[in-house]
């Protein structure tokens, strides 16, 4: 039984940690609410222009975590 328990939180630790290695934006953003805020209002705005850019791409991802159904 420990064993099982042991590879679980083996898994899932391994699995935080290659997810959050994805994009240093999306963490900087889970720190810091307010700057996730201000950069999702600021590509909601631009849409058009800054859809593409990594910051833009992060917050719209972490709004997809808490929101699943939400598009812009």
Request: aromatic share 10%; proline share 6%.
């Amino acid at each position: 039984m420990r064993r099982r328990i042991g590879r679980a939180a083996t898994f899932v630790a391994i699995a935080l940690l290659l997810s959050g290695c994805a994009n240093s934006d999306v963490q900087a953003y889970r720190k810091d609410p307010h700057a996730y805020l201000k950069e999702l209002v600021y590509c909601e705005n631009n849409w058009a222009a800054l859809k593409d850019t990594p910051k833009c791409q992060a917050a719209m991802q972490i709004n997809e975590e808490m929101f699943p159904e939400w598009h812009p």
